[in-house]
């Protein structure tokens, strides 16, 4: 074992305790409260709740930028500007409405809208998936663990998916507040660290400074390097992503007011700008200084533990360690939220607050088993990690979602068919890509083939269901036609430039946006014809009234 990896033991393993004692003492010392576990009795400032997508975002894009940068320059500071489009479009567009809805969860709006049994499917692919994020960015701080102390990637990350279970299953969301909080301090440790490894070697003047060395491998400097399509992806992919953040939503939902929420999401936005880009200088400085190697998160950890002495490297390698937890640990807990309180109320909605908290217990246990056997089962490359999560989750929830939000007509039976349709063809693309992280099926990327499906089946299950009519003449109909007309004119476009977007790999993305607008056509055009209240819905687990579970009980 290195110096720096002795260093990087002692350093990880005090704040690993301060996490779980700290954010134990302090959730003891504040009252409980109205949905305190899952929500910290909404008692959140705005600066938590920035510590906490700060952390959540900021930390996981960092670990993406810099292994993105190594591979392609800085051209991936718009993987970073994608993320805090999401942020602000959360803030802007959804903190409010879904407060005035007590809503916590995306599986709790899909089971309030469209039952339990959607709520049950819903929860357990959005549950599974979570644990698929949490590996992605865990390992990063696993790969640094490999360089400096030799010991396995899968253990690594089996040592963080338990270290999440401790402080978790404490104090719930106070705990995430907490450690967030002590996690964004301590990513600020690792940014100061890292500018220090970026004046001390290559530096950025002289003969062998980066700016030379840039000059040299001019690629690196180009903001398209990453290669439009994949710019495209991450763009749509996050804006799309809007309405699904679900650890997101439970972190702003937790503030005291919406205002306090919307407030805490803009300094997010703020924060995590000098963090993104010192990860693409971090990362094309390695890849200058450091060239050549296969996997980008081990030939970082060895640049910087190069250039500091050993006990800095220790602080940075401990401030991925914080990045790593900073996402995972959010996304554990939001995760067991849908497998435990959503999950455990579809299949008993007498349950209690206390039953459903034990619930949600038992399923961090459960994700702490499914994650190591994740990493076990493939932890060389975060992207790939990141595409099942996205392609799985997504193309399960996107319709029933915006179904729940804007379209009364659309019924049960289509929730289900359209969350089994996106989860099947967004699979079943992946598995004919060969289950490739960057290299997919004709050029179109998993996620898009798992939404259109999605969509599609919502639409054709409604409207062969629910006895709609045409809505009477008016301004709904009117953006109703033009959203039809620009269908037309996305699948004539596509048509006609089909070589073009083959090449760029956007045929994808031009067939969800395509999906996209003849579902919102649908929805301005159509309306209850009075025959049915949502024909071929049928029985659903049970036909009996059943509570919200929007908001916890007391």
């Not at 936005?269 to 081990?298: K, R, W």
């Not at 048509?495 to 301005?524: N, R, S």
Request: with cysteine; aromatic share 10%.
């Amino acid at each position: 074992m290195t110096a720096a990896g002795v260093w990087t033991i002692i350093l990880a393993l005090a704040y690993t305790a301060w996490l779980v004692v700290g954010g134990r003492i302090m959730v003891r010392r504040q009252e409980t409260g109205k949905g305190g576990f899952f929500v910290g009795g909404r008692s959140f400032g705005p600066w938590t709740v920035a510590f906490c997508i700060t952390g959540l975002f900021s930390g996981s894009s960092y670990i993406a930028i810099v292994e993105l940068s190594y591979r392609t320059g800085i051209s991936a500071v718009w993987y970073g500007v994608a993320e805090t489009v999401q942020i602000l479009l959360i803030a802007l567009l959804l903190v409010k409405p879904l407060r005035e809805k007590l809503v916590v969860t995306v599986t709790g709006i899909i089971g309030d809208r469209f039952g339990r049994a959607a709520k049950a499917i819903g929860s357990v692919i959005t549950g599974l998936t979570f644990p698929m994020y949490s590996v992605a960015t865990t390992i990063a701080f696993a790969s640094a663990l490999h360089v400096v102390t030799d010991l396995s990637l899968p253990l690594s990350v089996a040592a963080t998916a338990v270290v999440l279970l401790a402080f978790l299953s404490g104090g719930g969301m106070r705990s995430v507040g907490f450690s967030q909080t002590m996690n964004v301090i301590m990513i600020g440790l690792m940014f100061l660290v890292g500018v220090w490894v970026l004046l001390a070697d290559p530096g950025f003047g002289g003969a062998d400074g980066l700016v030379a060395r840039a000059a040299a491998a001019p690629e690196m400097l180009v903001l398209s390097n990453a290669g439009v399509s994949l710019i495209v992806a991450w763009f749509g992919t996050f804006i799309i992503n809007v309405p699904l953040a679900q650890a997101a939503f439970q972190m702003s939902m937790s503030a005291r007011t919406p205002e306090d929420g919307q407030r805490g999401l803009y300094r997010a936005a703020v924060l995590g700008i000098p963090l993104i880009l010192l990860g693409v200088v971090i990362g094309v400085a390695a890849a200058l200084v450091q060239p050549g190697e296969a996997l980008p998160l081990v030939a970082i950890p060895e640049y910087i533990a190069g250039v500091v002495p050993p006990w800095a490297a220790g602080v940075f390698f401990v401030g991925l360690w914080a990045c790593a937890l900073g996402w995972a640990g959010p996304c554990q807990f939001s995760g067991a939220t849908s497998l435990g309180r959503d999950l455990g109320s579809a299949l008993n909605p007498a349950a209690t607050e206390r039953q459903l908290v034990r619930y949600t217990r038992v399923a961090l246990v459960g994700l702490t088993v499914v994650m190591v056997v994740f990493a076990l089962l493939r932890t060389e490359e975060s992207a790939w990690w990141n595409v099942m999560a996205w392609t799985l989750r997504n193309g399960a929830t996107l319709a029933p979602v915006l179904a729940a939000f804007f379209w009364p007509l659309a019924t049960r039976s289509a929730a289900l068919t359209a969350m089994l349709a996106g989860f099947g063809a967004g699979m079943g693309w992946y598995a004919a890509s060969g289950f490739h992280a960057t290299d997919f099926f004709l050029g179109m990327h998993p996620v898009w083939v798992g939404m259109t499906a999605n969509l599609l089946g919502m639409v054709l299950v409604t409207l062969a269901q629910s006895g709609w009519q045409l809505v009477a003449p008016g301004r709904a109909r009117q953006r109703g036609v033009t959203a039809v007309v620009v269908a037309v004119l996305l699948v004539m476009a596509g048509a006609a430039l089909w070589p073009w977007l083959v090449q760029f790999g956007l045929v994808g993305l031009v067939m969800l946006a395509a999906m996209i607008t003849v579902f919102v056509a649908v929805v301005l055009l159509t309306e209850g014809g009075g025959a049915s209240r949502a024909a071929g819905g049928g029985p659903d687990l049970a036909d009996e009234a059943v509570p919200s579970r929007s908001e916890p009980a007391t």
